[in-house]
């Protein structure tokens, strides 16, 4: 993998040639190194099987160069990238990209500048924290001893199992049942250089992310069940989120159909995750509101969910795993509260949008509150290049992404709390396929319930609930001003092929909507 002192060279030389050129007026330099190492998971006790197999790494480097050009035309812009070459020639090729592709752009006003309120840049630094030397130095012995660790725990768990013993009747017969694992070891390591006109002096950063994923099933009893983990360093990596997926699927065992209707429930950390991402971080970024494109439309400073939400991203905090000291365009992260005690206070914003939203005549009008006076609540905190499985990608321009997604409640209430504040109703513990229907705007959305779900009767987790027999329909506008209780102890939780990480809680919600689908329809 390209050290970081290679990448602070290649920087360094290539914001030097970009701004020798005659025609470019300003220019920003990006180059990153990445590797996503995954070994796979597939365990079935009928069927041979190798239990731990497909262990890959994908690993690319290069740079991104964004450039503004004076042509006869007026001021353009535009982007290139190069990869695998950060010599001067592998520079000029992603120049002559850009200069190629340079469009004019009315709202562009310049590339970005410390002159934004955000976190002071010389303040803590956080990048240790969430950098790991020895996933960085993590070999395929190492990544492949991982995937046995989740599967030796996953193993223990079944055959140590009275419930399972039980149906077997034996330790020989304990393989009719169907025990299936399935699932991923994760680990992402991420090293980056910027510099540019405006941020001369080259900065760097280095980032690691191990993540697992585990689905078991006990198939003869339609039973599934689910476990995750997220963190930085190896040393906390246990192999356990496949043992609590293997648990939790002996928990669903013989489970129920229930028809459908209006319920309260209980969203678990991955339902609660898989919703705001999808459905509802994507209509607190600035450039939806800019675009009209948000049920959020002018109500900054307005009451926009129940009182008892908090919502916030953290770029910044040393103890959460996916916080970075500095974004992909250069600026300092931070945090940025989005929503407190119910009242929409804050954006996800890059630089682009923040200086258009500023200068825009109808600025008020799309936020609800002059642009100029809501400076903090709109800073470019978020601006990433985030890449497919995960990290930061040279070839594309910034876009907007969450770092630490953190949701919090005013009381915090304990996982029995909040049995008995439902009391009769739905646990939803995962979920899948989840999408917004009819446009962000609408705040509609649909998804599957697919495991680790219960009935709740008389303030206790009752019957489990076979998978795939529910279908959600709802809107996230109701749901956000339905809540009942938000737990208090969130758990990191990631979407797969995903580096955006969600400290979720248990949150009860009243009057969700879920359909019964077709026993024709199950999968």
């Known amino acids: 993998m390209i050290s970081v002192s290679d990448l602070r060279r290649a920087v360094k030389n290539a914001l030097a040639f970009a701004s020798s050129q005659p025609d470019v007026t300003e220019v920003e330099v990006f180059a990153s190194a990445g590797a996503n190492l995954t070994v796979r998971l597939n365990y079935t006790s009928h069927i041979p099987s190798n239990g731990v197999e497909e262990p890959k790494s994908t690993e690319g480097y290069g740079l991104g160069i964004r450039a503004t050009f004076r042509t006869p035309d007026g001021i353009k812009t535009g982007f290139g990238s190069e990869p695998t070459d950060l010599s001067v020639d592998g520079v000029e090729r992603a120049l002559d990209k850009a200069r190629a592709g340079a469009v004019s752009d009315p709202e562009f006003v310049s590339l970005p500048k410390l002159d934004s309120p955000q976190r002071p840049a010389g303040k803590a630094d956080i990048a240790l924290a969430n950098y790991d030397p020895a996933l960085m130095r993590i070999g395929g012995k190492g990544l492949v001893d991982a995937g046995w660790r989740m599967m030796d725990r996953a193993l223990d768990a079944f055959q140590s199992s009275e419930d399972l013993m039980g149906l077997a009747g034996s330790a020989e017969r304990m393989p009719e049942l169907g025990l299936i694992l399935g699932g991923d070891v994760v680990m992402l390591r991420d090293r980056m250089a910027i510099a540019s006109t405006h941020i001369p002096r080259v900065q760097t950063e280095q980032n690691t992310l191990v993540m697992s994923f585990a689905t078991a099933m006990v198939e003869e009893r339609a039973a599934k069940g689910s476990g995750w983990s997220v963190g930085n360093h190896l040393s906390g990596f246990d192999g356990d989120s496949a043992a609590e997926a293997a648990r939790n699927a002996i928990r669903s065992m013989d489970g129920v159909r229930i028809p459908g209707g209006a319920y309260s429930v209980i969203l678990g950390p991955q339902p609660l995750t898989e919703i705001l991402e999808w459905v509802l971080m994507p209509g607190l970024q600035l450039d939806m509101f800019y675009a009209g494109a948000t049920p959020f439309s002018g109500k900054m400073d307005r009451q926009v969910t129940s009182r008892q939400l908090y919502l916030y991203d953290d770029g910044a905090d040393p103890g959460l795993a996916a916080s970075k000291a500095i974004t992909d365009e250069g600026l300092p992260t931070g945090r940025t509260d989005l929503i407190r005690d119910g009242v929409l206070s804050g954006l996800l914003s890059n630089h682009y949008n923040y200086q258009r939203m500023l200068r825009d005549p109808h600025g008020r009008d799309k936020l609800g509150v002059d642009p100029a006076q809501a400076l903090q609540a709109i800073a470019p905190r978020n601006g990433f290049r985030p890449g497919v499985g995960g990290g930061r990608d040279f070839s594309s321009p910034p876009s907007i992404a969450s770092t ?32 917004p229907v009819n446009g962000i705007n609408a705040g509609d959305f649909s998804g599957t319930v697919v495991g680790d779900s219960y009935v709740i009767r008389d303030g206790k987790l009752a019957e489990p609930i076979r998978p795939n027999t529910l279908r959600m329909n709802d809107n996230i506008l109701r749901v956000i001003n339905s809540i009942l209780g938000i737990g208090g102890t969130p758990r990191a939780t990631v979407r797969w092929s995903s580096g955006q990480v969600t400290w979720a809680p248990e949150l009860a919600v009243s009057g969700f909507h879920l359909e019964e689908i077709g026993e024709h329809l199950e999968s």
């Open 404 to 435: 630490n997604l953190v949701v919090e409640g005013k009381s915090g209430l304990s996982h029995e709390e909040l049995l008995r504040q439902v009391r009769d109703g739905v646990y939803i513990g995962r979920i899948w396929y989840t999408y």
